[in-house]
């Protein structure tokens, strides 16, 4: 979350200087445009001059507002954070640390509130995973080469995991992994837990936020040229 902080308050940092910037060419452009109005010119030049700010404003109260919702609500990580929080739908979560979708810690949730109660007791150095019913089958490496050469292996171990028992069983190879699963008739197909958390780490409140973040200022803007139209066509 700290990195997700950092570029918050950088944005908002940036956001200030060109609201300073377009302030001075919107009321530039708004006097010129509404010279000889009388009535009703110095509060649209007012409004004018406010609205960047109060764009920026929205924009800011929104990304908090949708982080808090992610956090407190949907138990989920703050968009832009190095630190991702990924609930499964089998009752267990992935934790993705220092911003790397490689290796993930695999736990199951102490109660509620889930936020990474129980990441004590976890599976850590996840890097392959697959969620079948009832089980989930992954391979385990500790290795930080992210971009091993060729032949170079990072998967050290693999595991079984009934979900209902919370029951682990390890392996050392792939075959041995498959062959334990076509006993409990499932056939492997791991991803990487990178794969795994873009499946069900977002949802559509997500993509909610671009359009929370850019309707009311669009939508303030539309007001702002029915306004000027008003001003113009008084003027005439």
């Given at each position: 979350m700290g990195?997700?902080i950092?570029?918050?308050?950088a944005a908002?940092?940036?956001?200030?200087?060109?609201?300073?910037?377009?302030?001075v060419?919107?009321?530039?452009?708004?006097?010129?445009?509404?010279?000889?109005?009388?009535?009703?010119?110095?509060?649209f030049?007012?409004?004018?001059?406010?609205?960047?700010?109060?764009?920026?404003?929205?924009?800011?109260?929104a990304?908090?507002?949708?982080?808090?919702?992610?956090?407190l609500?949907?138990?989920?990580?703050?968009?832009?954070?190095?630190?991702?929080?990924?609930?499964?739908?089998?009752?267990?979560?992935?934790?993705l640390?220092?911003?790397?979708?490689?290796?993930?810690t695999?736990?199951?949730?102490?109660?509620?509130?889930?936020?990474?109660?129980?990441?004590?007791d976890?599976?850590?150095?996840?890097?392959l995973?697959?969620?079948?019913?009832?089980?989930?089958?992954?391979?385990?490496?500790?290795?930080?080469?992210?971009t091993p050469?060729?032949?170079d292996?990072?998967?050290?171990?693999?595991?079984?995991?009934e979900?209902?028992?919370?029951?682990?069983?390890?392996?050392?190879?792939?075959a041995e992994?498959?062959?334990?699963?076509g006993?409990?008739?499932?056939?492997?197909?791991?991803?990487?837990?990178g794969?795994?958390?873009?499946?069900?780490?977002r949802?559509?409140?997500?993509?909610?936020?671009l359009?929370?973040?850019?309707?009311?200022?669009?939508?303030?803007?539309?007001?702002l040229l029915?306004?000027?139209?008003r001003l113009?066509?008084?003027?005439?």
């Amino acid at each position: 979350m700290g990195l997700a902080i950092v570029l918050f308050a950088a944005a908002m940092l940036a956001g200030l200087v060109l609201s300073c910037f377009a302030a001075v060419v919107l009321f530039a452009l708004g006097a010129w445009l509404t010279r000889g109005v009388e009535r009703g010119r110095g509060g649209f030049l007012v409004v004018t001059v406010l609205f960047p700010f109060l764009c920026v404003a929205w924009m800011g109260a929104a990304y908090v507002g949708h982080g808090l919702v992610n956090v407190l609500i949907l138990e989920r990580s703050v968009r832009g954070g190095d630190e991702l929080d990924c609930p499964l739908p089998n009752g267990y979560s992935l934790f993705l640390g220092q911003g790397s979708r490689e290796v993930a810690t695999l736990y199951r949730p102490a109660g509620r509130p889930r936020w990474r109660s129980g990441i004590q007791d976890g599976i850590p150095d996840v890097r392959l995973l697959q969620l079948a019913k009832g089980y989930m089958l992954g391979g385990r490496g500790r290795r930080l080469v992210e971009t091993p050469a060729a032949g170079d292996r990072i998967v050290d171990s693999y595991f079984l995991l009934e979900t209902g028992s919370g029951r682990k069983t390890e392996f050392g190879t792939l075959a041995e992994l498959e062959q334990a699963a076509g006993q409990a008739g499932l056939q492997p197909r791991l991803q990487s837990v990178g794969e795994v958390y873009t499946e069900y780490g977002r949802t559509w409140f997500d993509g909610a936020l671009l359009w929370l973040m850019l309707v009311p200022p669009g939508v303030g803007a539309f007001c702002l040229l029915r306004w000027l139209g008003r001003l113009r066509a008084r003027r005439a």
